[in-house]
């Protein structure tokens, strides 16, 4: 074990040890040729042949991220191992949690943003993280992170089991440990970017709560039940990195970046929306005064006019629609609004393929299935190029048979819907297909064996 002021390679000065990660001891020294401060972990001994074995100094010092410690070296003295690395100012966020803080949501979006990037830069480069917690994720002075202890487990092989953080291993990492720990028969289950995936769940959900999760896997509870004091969408996406089944997880940080990146579109048009709202609503108001003066002016024009203001009042209900379907995506009890809205637009006759889809969400919301069941149904033959009416029809067909009894369920009708789906889908788009679409006919599958 290094002693204050031994200097390791003729370079690195020991000055402190500030820590025991994962896999060692921790010491702040000085690096005498770069004037200054850097980290020198020295790895425990059990790690020392699997670092040896597979070469990881070319591999780390070759990394380069905003959100990781750069490596400088990497040194092997007598049987002790040392990787050295830039050092870190600031507070990890167990720090701050232990403070009592509480997270607003943009930080939180912010931080998820840089750790799902730098998760897939480390995927990219074969190595799996196997320690995300909030002791391994420092806050830099610009209130960005840094994610730390990455070193320990290249290409997923095993390494980081001995001593889990048990609060944010994914079940599967959970079950190997307990099975090397008792040696018990191993499931010989995998561990890939849905294992980090699982453990940046897990830590979002602790900065959201306030508490960590349950070490044993089994008696997790969603993050959803909690109702924690975040946006609906934020939350399902926690609760999705978090699910135990590996299937229903998502599968790599770009599906989770892509489902970011496709919320703060939809946000932005919903934003462009209201003004343009506001803009219509004012030249809805000044039309329809000026069909009331037209209708008094002369009354040949009584019929022509009816009309003019019925297909202005669609474009009312249909904003008033819109606002109603956005609040009850948060709040269910707005959900009745947004139907009452939708079904009267339908009724006007005024009711596009965009109008028909949102009174299907607004049913179900409100629970009402079989009416948006219904409503699909009538639209399959109206608009055969959009297959996402029968991919809708399919997902609640699916949903419906998933909660009857296992010996009841027949999907029969939900991998038709499924399969006519995908041809629609491959007649008439253009694409790298659909990952909702592939990701059901993989669940009917498994489900008709």
Same mark, same amino acid.
């Given at each position: 074990m290094p002693y204050q002021g031994e200097v390791l390679a003729g370079t690195y000065e020991i000055e402190e040890e500030i820590g025991h990660g994962g896999a060692g001891i921790i010491y702040r020294a000085w690096h005498r040729n770069l004037q200054k401060h850097v980290v020198v972990k020295k790895v425990k001994d059990h790690f020392v042949g699997v670092l040896n074995a597979r070469g990881e100094a070319d591999i780390l010092k070759s990394l380069h991220h905003t959100c990781l410690p750069q490596v400088y070296d990497f040194?092997?003295?007598?049987?002790?191992?040392?990787?050295?690395?830039?050092?870190? %100012?600031?507070? #990890?966020?167990?720090?701050? *949690?232990?403070? $009592?803080?509480?997270?607003?949501?943009?930080?939180?979006?912010?931080?998820?943003?840089?750790?799902?990037?730098?998760?897939?830069?480390?995927?990219?480069?074969?190595?799996?993280?196997?320690?995300?917690?909030?002791?391994?994720?420092?806050?830099?002075g610009d209130w960005d992170i840094c994610l730390i202890d990455f070193n320990i487990s290249l290409d997923g092989e095993g390494g980081g089991l001995n001593g889990i953080s048990e609060a944010y291993a994914s079940p599967e990492q959970h079950r190997k440990?307990?099975?090397?720990?008792? %040696?018990?028969? #191993?499931?010989?289950?995998? *561990?890939?970017? $849905?294992?980090?995936?699982?453990?940046?769940?897990?830590?979002?959900?602790?900065?959201?709560?306030?508490?960590?999760?349950?070490?044993?896997?089994?008696?997790?509870?969603?993050?959803?039940l909690y109702e924690p004091p975040y946006s609906a969408e934020l939350v399902r996406m926690i609760d999705r990195m978090m699910e135990p089944s590996r299937r229903r997880r998502y599968r790599s940080t770009e599906q989770v970046l892509r489902e970011i990146r496709r919320a703060q579109r939809t946000k932005a048009e919903k934003w462009t929306l209201r003004i343009v709202f506001g803009v219509m609503l004012a030249a809805v108001i000044a039309a329809v005064t000026a069909a009331g003066i037209a209708l008094y002016r002369n009354a040949s024009s009584v019929k022509e006019d009816n009309a003019e203001i019925a297909m202005e009042d669609a474009v009312v209900t249909r904003q008033l629609g819109a606002y109603a379907l956005e609040a009850a995506s948060e709040d269910p009890t707005r959900a009745p609004e947004a139907v009452a809205y939708y079904e009267a637009l339908l009724e006007s006759g005024y009711a596009t393929y965009e109008d028909r889809m949102s009174l299907v969400a607004a049913y179900s919301l409100n629970g009402q299935d079989a009416e948006a069941m219904e409503q699909l149904s009538?639209?399959?033959?109206?608009?055969?190029?959009?297959y996402q009416v029968s991919l809708k029809l399919a997902v609640l067909k699916y949903n419906a048979q998933m909660e009857k009894a296992a010996e009841d369920r027949d999907f029969t009708e939900a991998k038709q819907y499924a399969d006519e789906a995908l041809t629609r889908y491959e007649q008439y788009v253009a694409g790298d297909g659909d990952e909702q679409l592939t990701e059901l006919l993989e669940l009917l599958e498994q489900a008709m064996r």
């Amino acid at each position: 074990m290094p002693y204050q002021g031994e200097v390791l390679a003729g370079t690195y000065e020991i000055e402190e040890e500030i820590g025991h990660g994962g896999a060692g001891i921790i010491y702040r020294a000085w690096h005498r040729n770069l004037q200054k401060h850097v980290v020198v972990k020295k790895v425990k001994d059990h790690f020392v042949g699997v670092l040896n074995a597979r070469g990881e100094a070319d591999i780390l010092k070759s990394l380069h991220h905003t959100c990781l410690p750069q490596v400088y070296d990497f040194l092997q003295i007598g049987t002790d191992v040392y990787t050295v690395m830039d050092y870190i %100012s600031g507070y #990890d966020l167990k720090y701050y *949690l232990e403070q $009592g803080w509480h997270f607003d949501e943009d930080m939180l979006r912010r931080w998820l943003w840089q750790l799902l990037d730098v998760l897939g830069y480390l995927h990219g480069h074969g190595i799996l993280h196997m320690d995300i917690k909030p002791a391994n994720i420092m806050v830099t002075g610009d209130w960005d992170i840094c994610l730390i202890d990455f070193n320990i487990s290249l290409d997923g092989e095993g390494g980081g089991l001995n001593g889990i953080s048990e609060a944010y291993a994914s079940p599967e990492q959970h079950r190997k440990w307990l099975a090397e720990l008792y %040696s018990l028969p #191993d499931r010989d289950e995998p *561990l890939d970017e $849905g294992t980090d995936i699982y453990s940046l769940g897990a830590t979002f959900f602790h900065l959201m709560t306030g508490m960590p999760p349950a070490r044993n896997p089994e008696e997790r509870i969603p993050l959803s039940l909690y109702e924690p004091p975040y946006s609906a969408e934020l939350v399902r996406m926690i609760d999705r990195m978090m699910e135990p089944s590996r299937r229903r997880r998502y599968r790599s940080t770009e599906q989770v970046l892509r489902e970011i990146r496709r919320a703060q579109r939809t946000k932005a048009e919903k934003w462009t929306l209201r003004i343009v709202f506001g803009v219509m609503l004012a030249a809805v108001i000044a039309a329809v005064t000026a069909a009331g003066i037209a209708l008094y002016r002369n009354a040949s024009s009584v019929k022509e006019d009816n009309a003019e203001i019925a297909m202005e009042d669609a474009v009312v209900t249909r904003q008033l629609g819109a606002y109603a379907l956005e609040a009850a995506s948060e709040d269910p009890t707005r959900a009745p609004e947004a139907v009452a809205y939708y079904e009267a637009l339908l009724e006007s006759g005024y009711a596009t393929y965009e109008d028909r889809m949102s009174l299907v969400a607004a049913y179900s919301l409100n629970g009402q299935d079989a009416e948006a069941m219904e409503q699909l149904s009538d639209m399959r033959s109206e608009y055969p190029q959009e297959y996402q009416v029968s991919l809708k029809l399919a997902v609640l067909k699916y949903n419906a048979q998933m909660e009857k009894a296992a010996e009841d369920r027949d999907f029969t009708e939900a991998k038709q819907y499924a399969d006519e789906a995908l041809t629609r889908y491959e007649q008439y788009v253009a694409g790298d297909g659909d990952e909702q679409l592939t990701e059901l006919l993989e669940l009917l599958e498994q489900a008709m064996r």
